[in-house]
């Protein structure tokens, strides 16, 4: 009986640290590791700190959005369809070409 509960009890945690993961998260976290990346293996980083310093303000834009979104949607699905629409339309406006 009680491995059924510590099984419940992990299953929860688990979830509650799952649905602390938002796909704007997801993208700042690998902006962050992109930007840190090229700043250990990059020998000339003439115009390309400027990327980095990019880079980090990208990602304080994101969380920001995502801290704001998780204050006025509550539910977790709400928020992970705003955030992935949100970023399908900026990749298809970026993608965009004039004919």
């Known amino acids: 009986m009680s491995l059924v509960k510590s099984e419940n009890v992990f299953t929860y945690k688990l979830m509650k640290i799952l649905r602390r993961?938002?796909?704007f998260r997801i993208l700042g976290i690998i902006s962050v590791l992109k930007a840190i990346y090229m700043l250990v293996t990059e020998k000339e980083l003439?115009?390309?700190i400027y990327l980095v310093f990019a880079l980090f303000v990208f990602v304080v834009i994101l969380f920001l959005t995502?801290?704001?979104?998780?204050?006025?949607l509550?539910?977790?699905?709400?928020?992970?369809?705003?955030?992935?629409?949100?970023?399908?339309?900026i990749v298809v406006i970026y993608n965009y070409q004039f004919n």
Do not use: A, C, Q
Not at 66 to 72: H, P, R, T, V
Not at 74 to 89: G, N
């Open 66 to 72: 995502d801290f704001g979104l998780n204050k006025w």
């Open 21 to 23: 993961i938002t796909p």
């Open 46 to 48: 003439e115009y390309r």
């Open 74 to 89: 509550k539910s977790y699905k709400k928020i992970v369809i705003t955030e992935l629409v949100l970023t399908l339309v």
